[in-house]
């Protein structure tokens, strides 16, 4: 793991934006160690089709992915540095914002091709137990090709910075308000799991993350 020494520009990030995003916040071998893990237990069966809502039914016309939930209080060591990590922004969050963030979910995320998750918001109806949405990309490579992209979806007021620069920021398409984010090894994406709109666009490789919440 990358420790991040300090987190205030992030989290001025996460207040104006919804979101912040870090590189190479693990390295590579830490992300080719995960991906045996992974392997390992898609070979053991462990994967089961990710759900959705409380009941956690499985519904193929919004999400197709799979995952295997993780204990993260005793987590297989592949995981230990990205939830080590974790810990260390759960700390952060709960100094500057207060928000008394004591409980995590987490799981390991598997979008094999032909998987997508359709517009949502990552809380269960009339719940809000889910604060800080966490996602931790492990593909060493990614092309355009591979579609999968994590698109954030936001309102045009919400971007700080000049509209000039704006309007140049390849990334940006401020008419359609979203931004595409590639799945790519050592990026975290953290966002406001209560408002923040997203969905994964259709994938056509295999695309693998840590992903989770910090909830209280
Ligand atoms: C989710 C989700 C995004 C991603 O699992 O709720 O939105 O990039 N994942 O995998
Ligand atoms: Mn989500």
């Known amino acids: ?3 991040v020494s300090d987190w205030t520009g992030h989290f001025a990030e996460l207040e104006g934006r919804g979101y912040f995003i870090l590189e190479d916040v693990l390295t590579a071998s830490q992300c080719e ?3 045996q893990d992974f392997d390992k237990r898609r070979e053991m069966g ?3 089709d990710a759900g959705i809502g409380s ?3 499985v519904q193929e016309k919004i999400r197709r992915s799979e995952l295997v939930w993780l204990d993260h209080k005793n987590p297989p060591s592949a995981a230990e540095p990205a939830l080590s990590l974790v810990e260390d922004l759960r700390q952060a969050l709960n100094r500057r914002f207060f928000l008394g963030l004591n409980d995590q979910e987490c799981f390991y995320s598997v979008y094999r091709p032909g998987s997508y998750y359709r517009r949502h918001v990552d809380n269960f109806k009339g719940r809000n137990s889910r604060i800080v949405t966490f996602i931790l990309y492990l593909n060493q490579r990614w092309e355009r090709s591979r579609g999968g992209e994590l698109r954030i979806y936001w309102t045009a007021d ?3 910075g000049r509209p000039a620069e704006k ?3 390849q990334r940006l398409n401020l008419q359609e308000c979203f931004l595409d984010v590639e799945p790519l090894a050592g990026r975290m994406v953290v966002f406001y799991a209560p408002e923040l709109e997203h969905e994964v666009l259709p994938c056509h490789a295999d695309r693998y993350c840590i992903t989770g919440w910090l909830r209280r």
Request: charged share 35%; glycine share 0%.
């Open 46 to 48: 462990e994967f089961q």
């Open 1 to 3: 793991m990358v420790a």
């Open 167 to 169: 309007k140049a920021d």
């Open 33 to 35: 160690k995960l991906i």
């Open 158 to 160: 919400k971007i700080p």
């Open 55 to 57: 009941s956690a039914e």
